[in-house]
């Protein structure tokens, strides 16, 4: 059964930083697009980051409100994803959820397109 499980959400205060973590599990995650979204109230689902699979040179997609501070990255070896967050701002306050979408290459942020998401991790950035 396929699944992910989020984890290393916290409450950091502004320009702090946050590692989130995603172990999944019942498939393996370097086969397909892996990707990074988030939900804060009263806000529809965004698209944070996602990366290729098919092993070697990985394409990654981000957000521009995230570019430059947020990196995507795949351990194969764990088959966990991670998302690490710099310079943290209160606007990046939100559930961050993980998933994936059932092809390998041209991933995008489009969140319709992917599945088996977990249940997040808040991420709570306070000024």
């Known amino acids: 059964q396929a699944r992910v499980v989020e984890s290393g959400g916290g409450s950091v205060q502004t320009g702090g930083s946050l590692r989130l973590s995603c172990t999944a599990s019942g498939y393996t995650a370097s086969a397909y697009c892996m990707g990074w979204f988030r939900q804060a109230p009263g806000k529809e689902r965004e698209g944070v980051a996602a990366i290729s699979g098919g092993g070697g040179a990985a394409n990654k997609d981000y957000g521009d409100s995230v570019k430059g501070r947020f990196a995507i990255s795949l351990d194969n070896a764990k088959n966990t994803l991670y998302l690490q967050m710099d310079n943290l701002k209160p606007e990046d306050t939100a559930i961050y959820y993980c998933?994936?979408?059932?092809?390998?290459?041209?991933?995008?942020?489009?969140?319709?397109?992917?599945?088996?998401w977990g249940q997040g991790t808040q991420v709570t950035v306070s000024s």
């Open positions: 998933a994936r979408k059932r092809v390998t290459w041209i991933c995008g942020l489009h969140d319709f397109q992917y599945e088996d």
